[in-house]
C-alpha cells in the first residue's frame, strides 16, 4: 500500500470524516470465493483516512493458501468519487504489498486471483490491502499486471508449440504447416 491519498468520498450526510473516508460501514465488500460471507469495509482495520488491511488469517481462514479468489466491491454507485477507485493488495507475513486488481465506479466489482507471495510460509499471517487510489494510478498498474499475463500468455503458447514440433517427423507439407499426431494432447 503506498502513501495516504487525498481523495474525496462522495458525502452522504452520514458523519464523513474531515479527510473525506466515511468513517462507518459500507464503503465497499470483500468476500473469498467459495470461503466466506460478504465482509464489510467496517471489518477492516482503518489505518489511514485511504487505506485498510484485512487479517485474513483470522477472519477468514488459519490456511489462507487455500483461498485462490478474492472479490471486491463498492457497496454503492456513490461510494467513492469518480475519479478514484479502490486498489486491491496482498501480503503475507509482513511482506511488500502486492497489488493484485482494482474497482472503480465504472467496474464497480471484480474477482481477483490472489496468487499470495511465495517464501517461508511457517506460521505466517497473511493480509489483503485495500487503498483508495487515483482511476489513473490503478489503469496504470491494471495495464502492467495485464501485460505480465499476456507475456505469460505467449510463453505458453511457444512452449505448446515447441511441443507440437517435436512430432514432425520430417513430413513436408508445405515452409509453415506442421504434421503432429491427433492425439498429441494424450502423449
Given at each position: 500500500?503506498?502513501?495516504?491519498?487525498?481523495?474525496?468520498?462522495?458525502?452522504?450526510?452520514?458523519?464523513?470524516?474531515?479527510?473525506?473516508?466515511?468513517?462507518m460501514a459500507g464503503l465497499f465488500h470483500v468476500v473469498f470465493?467459495?470461503?466466506?460471507?460478504?465482509?464489510?469495509?467496517?471489518?477492516?482495520?482503518?489505518?489511514?483516512?485511504?487505506?485498510?488491511?484485512?487479517?485474513?488469517?483470522?477472519?477468514?481462514?488459519?490456511?489462507?493458501?487455500?483461498?485462490?479468489?478474492?472479490?471486491?466491491?463498492?457497496?454503492?454507485?456513490?461510494?467513492?468519487?469518480?475519479?478514484?477507485?479502490?486498489?486491491?493488495?496482498?501480503?503475507?507475513?509482513?511482506s511488500e504489498w502486492q497489488y493484485?486488481?482494482?474497482?472503480?465506479?465504472?467496474?464497480?466489482?471484480?474477482?481477483?486471483?490472489?496468487?499470495?507471495?511465495?517464501?517461508?510460509?511457517?506460521?505466517?499471517?497473511?493480509?489483503?490491502?485495500?487503498?483508495?487510489?487515483?482511476?489513473?494510478?490503478?489503469?496504470?498498474?491494471?495495464?502492467?499486471?495485464?501485460?505480465?499475463?499476456?507475456?505469460?500468455?505467449?510463453?505458453?503458447?511457444?512452449?505448446?508449440?515447441?511441443?507440437?514440433?517435436?512430432?514432425?517427423?520430417?513430413?513436408?507439407?508445405?515452409?509453415?504447416?506442421?504434421?503432429?499426431?491427433?492425439?498429441?494432447?494424450?502423449?
Amino acid at each position: 500500500l503506498g502513501a495516504p491519498l487525498p481523495f474525496r468520498v462522495r458525502r452522504d450526510g452520514d458523519g464523513a470524516t474531515a479527510a473525506g473516508v466515511r468513517a462507518m460501514a459500507g464503503l465497499f465488500h470483500v468476500v473469498f470465493v467459495g470461503h466466506s460471507f460478504p465482509i464489510d469495509s467496517a471489518a477492516c482495520v482503518q489505518t489511514s483516512a485511504t487505506q485498510w488491511t484485512l487479517d485474513v488469517s483470522a477472519m477468514v481462514n488459519t490456511n489462507f493458501l487455500m483461498l485462490k479468489e478474492v472479490c471486491l466491491a463498492l457497496s454503492s454507485p456513490n461510494a467513492i468519487d469518480a475519479t478514484a477507485g479502490l486498489g486491491l493488495y496482498v501480503s503475507v507475513g509482513g511482506s511488500e504489498w502486492q497489488y493484485r486488481g482494482g474497482v472503480y465506479a465504472n467496474r464497480p466489482s471484480d474477482v481477483f486471483p490472489i496468487q499470495w507471495p511465495s517464501g517461508d510460509m511457517a506460521g505466517a499471517s497473511a493480509q489483503i490491502g485495500i487503498s483508495i487510489e487515483p482511476v489513473s494510478a490503478l489503469a496504470q498498474k491494471e495495464g502492467a499486471r495485464l501485460g505480465a499475463k499476456e507475456e505469460f500468455a505467449k510463453r505458453v503458447a511457444m512452449d505448446l508449440f515447441r511441443f507440437l514440433e517435436s512430432f514432425n517427423a520430417g513430413t513436408v507439407v508445405g515452409p509453415d504447416q506442421l504434421v503432429v499426431p491427433a492425439n498429441f494432447l494424450d502423449r
